[in-house]
């Protein structure tokens, strides 16, 4: 049976911000059935649809640009994939690209390293203060903090998952962030370790990402 890897880069909107990253998958899976799309599906008792997405969304994030594999049983063009999904898709789901990609090319998950992330914090600090709070972030060798893994706490580093933070903007009592930090196997880290090294731990925020960045792209 000939088969084809369809890569997709989709948005994940407010009306979906709540829904866990296993519900996310069920959503996809029933959009692409009702397409009629080839799709192929895993063997056994319980088959699934063989999807893969590059990386869990945390309840409450939004994404503009996700990323996620579909095998298929069988070749068709990117604008007829879009074309037949696009009419299933509930709203908060919409397509943004799709390309065939090599069957046997290296798992999203494996080949993924950083994700850039918009953050919206409500703050009463000015610009300035914010500022420096970024660059002595940026400045430190060392940023301890603590997390808790399978019940148990531990302390690790936060300062090599950091890549770059910056202020886009200041406006009503709102700052804007723009994060890129390490996601994926080799190391992960979400943007509320960030706002809690600037101070910002108990302030009300939102997060988009924006860009999963694999490594065969440049930052």
């Known amino acids: 049976m000939s088969r084809a890897r369809m890569r997709i880069t989709f948005g994940k909107g407010p009306q979906l911000r709540y829904i866990s990253h296993l519900d996310l998958a069920l959503t996809w899976e029933r959009a692409l059935r009702r397409a009629r799309v080839p799709l192929a599906y895993s063997q056994g008792h319980n088959p699934h649809a063989k999807l893969q997405l590059a990386s869990g969304l945390p309840l409450g994030y939004t994404g503009s640009a996700e990323v996620m594999d579909v095998i298929l049983t069988a070749s068709i063009s990117p604008e007829e994939f879009i074309a037949c999904v696009d009419l299933t898709l ?130």
């Open 90 to 219: 509930p709203e908060g789901l919409n397509i943004a690209s799709a390309e065939e990609v090599p069957l046997k090319a290296p798992s999203l998950q494996s080949v993924l390293r950083q994700a850039v992330y918009r953050v919206s914090v409500e703050t009463s600090l000015p610009e300035t203060e914010l500022k420096r709070r970024i660059a002595n972030l940026l400045a430190s060798d060392v940023l301890e903090q603590e997390r808790v893994r399978k019940g148990r706490v531990e302390i690790f580093d936060l300062r090599p998952l950091v890549h770059d933070v910056q202020l886009l903007a200041v406006n009503d009592g709102q700052a804007v962030f723009c994060m890129r930090l390490s996601a994926g196997q080799h190391g992960n880290v979400r943007p509320d370790a960030v706002t809690t090294a600037l101070g910002l731990e108990s302030e009300f925020s939102q997060v988009e990402r924006t860009r999963l960045l694999f490594e065969f792209d440049s930052p």
